[in-house]
């Protein structure tokens, strides 16, 4: 272990039985295999060179790592380490990679630094991919992975890293650029409105997709209620919502321009401030969101029965997460906020 420089040699892989890998060797069989086929350290066997030369491996590399050069698992490994936080874990290196995941057993939301991850990346030959920020981060989900580009990097493009992240620390009160904010258990009153389902010509199908969305971030709709499209009514059954003391309050139904369309004016009648009627996003563009005395209340749009991904599925991990939602944050809905088929 001397010199300068990192040596690599090339061997024959004929000629490898008894030597000792230097990196994790990966197999990919589309549609049916990607991952380690060997590990690093490995010491191939007279067996291993079939299995070698299948994933289109000739040669393989002796390593002699010199002094200030890193290898990629390790790399991989410190820059994780550095970024650690509570409510994170990370896993063992494996291909040069370590992931970083939530070690909480509810949902959380991912709170991201993008500064921080442009700074790291700016640095080159190393790579730090995240969620972005506000994104649901399931229990033991992946929110960030460190990767080393080249199988041996300088050890200073590292600590350049753990600088950056230092650097982030102590103007953050110690916290790092990951973290998780964790998910409340909201009871939910919830309101379908609507003629057509009040009278029962139609079966609803509100409740469940509300449920659904509700109950996959850890909350619950404690009780659903319904109301034909009758302003006077939408404001009695807001006003008992409110008397429960549910966590917050959904309205469906009735947000859009149609003449029995009473949802938005009832919410503001029922003494909600609003924040904004009109999400720039698509769908859900007609989302209303608001606060009644303090309780967070959104009207709902139709596409939220029908659609995977809409304005609700953006702002409810966030009141979940006890964020008061601003117009500001509505109006940065718009840029990046077109999830239509
Ligand atoms: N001229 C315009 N048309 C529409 C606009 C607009 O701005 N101008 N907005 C569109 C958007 S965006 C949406 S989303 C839809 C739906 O808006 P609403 O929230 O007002 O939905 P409704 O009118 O109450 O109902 C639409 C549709 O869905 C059925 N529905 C409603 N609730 C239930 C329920 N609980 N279970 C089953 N089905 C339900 C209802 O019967 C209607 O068929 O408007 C666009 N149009
Ligand atoms: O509110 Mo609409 O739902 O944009 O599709």
Redesign the pocket.
Known sequence: MSGLRTRLKEVPVREAVGLVLAHDLTQIIPGQFKGRLFKKGHVVAEADIPKLLDIGKEHIYIMELAEGELHEDDAAGRMARTLMDDGLLLTEPHEGKVAVKSALAVPALAVIDPAVVYAINELGDIALATLRTDAVVKPGGQLAATRVIPLVVPEAKVAAVEAIVADYRARSGGKGPLGLKPLRNFRIGLL???G??YSGR??????PAVRRIVEALGSEVAEQRFSPDDRQTIVKEIHYFHRQSYDMIIV???????P??R?PAAIAEAGAEIVSYGTPM?????LLMGYLDGTPIMG????V?HDPYTSFDVLLPRVLAGETITRADIVSMGYGGLHVR
């Open positions: 379908t409105t609507g057509e389902v139609i079966e609803d199908k509100f409740g469906t139904g009735g947000m859009s321009v149609d029995d369309d949802t698509l769908p859900g563009s007609m709902l749009p139709g596409c029965m």
